[in-house]
């Protein structure tokens, strides 16, 4: 029943027989010209770029093609020394998690002893035994090794439902196939181990430039810490303290840039459009909020806005944060005591049907030497005082939303930004919760992903809780609705009863802070009470559009009454209240953000 194959030599020759018998599993397996266009098919999968699963997929297809087999499987070793099937064609879903121990099995022999194993009928053989997915019908069955450098790294088996041996030219051929299977597998194992590599000394890297900028941040800050400690020692006034509280709040204002450039780098979040953005009343904002900075440099701001420009349907937090930076960027780009200029520029692209952005400064330029490095994560030309990620996070932005960031300089003159971007932002990856956004029942053309929206209360007890259970009930088809609290005061049983009395079972939910959900990667956060608005913390601004809405403390409002009854209503209006408003989102969140 067992026949073990001498596996084929380095340099010894295949020799393979034409055949004109009828039985087509020896026709296909004896032709040489179609097992050479299998290998080279094969031997195609090394210059692959898909990952290791995808290209084993493709391995046993074309095997199963070539055999003329129902069934063909790939098992790797994995470093516990068992054997998974990590590919295979012709099982079904339930039997195709199979492993094996060293030893166990056929494939687990095969991976022992290293010898290809051919059976005219599997289930006859005592090894067939400790399968866990074991085929009840008789089959042939071959199995072979996957070598690489003499190491087994695998093994390589097929089978079909005939009772029939295999002829000495398909085993070989088996044997081929697996050989060459085996070198695909190593190269991709290769390129991943330098991927990973590469991936590690490149955090490394950044681990060293972040840790560099922090410590003289930190270096300039102690400094000016220690003359604060002394010249509160000596009872000085508060003109002679004030230079080193100004270091110190410099040293804090570049930490808080530092991490926001960093999270704003390193989220994969998807643009989330407005209906209707004006673009120029965006740049002329970004405008106004850096003035300050420009005149301290003695920097003056142009603005040359096209008018009128059509709506957008962009991200705006995402395309001010864009022209924040470049033009944060033009300002300090200015040589101290030049006279500066910088041009803040609009345009309608009617032939791309999209807008244009520049902005233009007559500072330094860019040096060559530099230009094919700016926007390299950590690469900065502004030596101490830049952290080298905000140009890369501002073209990553800008090409989240189908647009490009490009530039052009001379040394000496200057320097112009050019931010295109289309009139309606297009995500660059598929997500499986999209929807369709309704409108007082009718569909719109409009097609947005769900929404991650957090509602924060002071306590995360009462009003911030209904609002979530609400908006789990009525809008989870377009949200993901989140709730917490500066601080966790607990659920609120009564809370808890009125929501229930309309059908809205909040009993589940759970108190927690607004650092319980830091993981979430929030589109809106909406403000349900004036102490909530005026502590939202900072991290959390950063990463979120803010909304306050606020309602009224049922608590506080039951306080004024006596009866539990009355009580109770206080409890019930404000749900009512919450209800209402919810059901206006996610449209209300866009309008209450141009206001």
């Not at 181990?193 to 950044?206: C, K």
């Not at 395309?319 to 500066?340: F, H, Q, S, T, W």
């Not at 926007?375 to 939303?401: D, M, N, P």
Request: with cysteine.
């Amino acid at each position: 029943m067992l026949k073990a194959f001498r596996p084929m030599r380095r340099r010894e020759r295949i020799s393979i027989r034409m055949t004109t018998s009828r039985d087509s599993q020896a026709a296909i397996t004896d032709s040489p010209d179609l097992l050479i266009r299998t290998m080279l098919e094969i031997s195609d999968l090394v210059g692959s770029t898909d990952d290791l699963d995808n290209v084993l997929k493709q391995m046993v297809r074309i095997t199963a093609d070539l055999m003329q087999m129902p069934i063909v499987s790939i098992y790797l070793m994995e470093a516990d020394g068992v054997l998974r099937r990590r590919s295979n064609v012709g099982l079904s879903e339930h039997l195709q998690q199979a492993t094996f121990k060293l030893g166990e099995g056929i494939p687990g022999w095969v991976a022992i002893h290293g010898e290809t194993v051919a059976l005219t009928d599997v289930t006859r053989d005592p090894r067939y035994g400790p399968n866990p997915v074991a085929l009840k019908e008789p089959h042939a069955y071959i199995c072979v090794p996957l070598r690489v450098r003499g190491q087994v790294i695998g093994v390589m088996s097929a089978g079909r439902m005939a009772v029939k041996a295999y002829t000495s030219n398909q085993c070989r051929a088996f044997e081929t196939i697996s050989r060459m299977a085996a070198l695909v597998i190593e190269k991709h194992r290769v390129q991943a181990e330098n991927a990973r590599a590469q991936h590690l000394a490149g955090v490394a890297v950044s681990l060293s430039e972040i840790a560099h900028y922090v410590k003289n941040v930190v270096f300039a800050a102690r400094i000016a810490e220690s003359g604060l400690d002394r010249a509160l020692d000596r009872g000085e006034s508060s003109e002679r303290l004030r230079p080193s509280w100004t270091t110190i709040k410099r040293a804090n204002q570049k930490i808080h840039k530092l991490v926001d450039d960093m999270l704003n780098y390193a989220r994969d979040k998807e643009p989330v459009p407005e209906r209707a953005l004006d673009l120029n009343a965006l740049v002329s904002s970004v405008a106004d909020d850096l003035r300050y900075h420009a005149e301290k440099h003695g920097v003056h701001v142009a603005l040359e806005l096209d008018e009128p420009l059509p709506t957008a349907r962009l991200d705006a937090s995402m395309v001010y944060d864009v022209v924040m930076n470049l033009l944060c960027n033009a300002i300090d780009a200015i040589p101290e005591k030049a006279r500066g200029h910088v041009v803040l520029r609009s345009t309608h692209l009617p032939e791309q049907n999209g807008l244009r952005i520049e902005v233009e400064d007559n500072g330094t330029g860019i040096p060559e030497a530099v230009q094919k490095k700016l926007f390299t994560l950590f690469f900065s030309t502004k030596g101490e005082r830049g952290t080298g990620i905000g140009l890369a996070a501002s073209r990553k932005a800008v090409e989240k939303q189908g647009g490009s960031l490009t530039f052009t300089t001379v040394e000496g003159k200057g320097t112009r930004f050019v931010v295109d971007l289309p009139l309606s932002c297009r995500s660059t990856r598929h997500d499986p919760d999209l929807v369709t956004c309704a409108r007082g029942g009718t569909a719109t053309k409009d097609v947005l992903r769900k929404l991650n929206i957090l509602f924060l209360c002071t306590g995360n007890s009462c009003r911030s809780q209904m609002a979530e259970g609400w908006a789990r009930e009525l809008k989870g088809n377009v949200m993901h609705a989140y709730s917490a609290g500066i601080e966790s005061h607990g659920l609120n049983s009564r809370a808890v009863e009125v929501m229930s009395e309309a059908g809205v079972d909040i009993s589940g939910q759970a108190s927690k802070t607004v650092d319980e959900v830091k993981a979430v990667d929030f589109d809106y956060v909406i403000t349900v009470c004036g102490h909530a608005n005026e502590t939202c913390p900072m991290w959390l601004q950063g990463r979120a559009k803010v909304v306050h809405v606020g309602f009224d403390d049922p608590p506080r409002l039951a306080e004024t009454v006596e009866t539990d009854e009355a009580k109770l209503n206080c409890y019930r209006r404000v749900r009512d209240a919450i209800r209402a408003f919810v059901e206006t989102l996610p449209e209300a969140l866009t309008e209450e953000c141009r206001k």
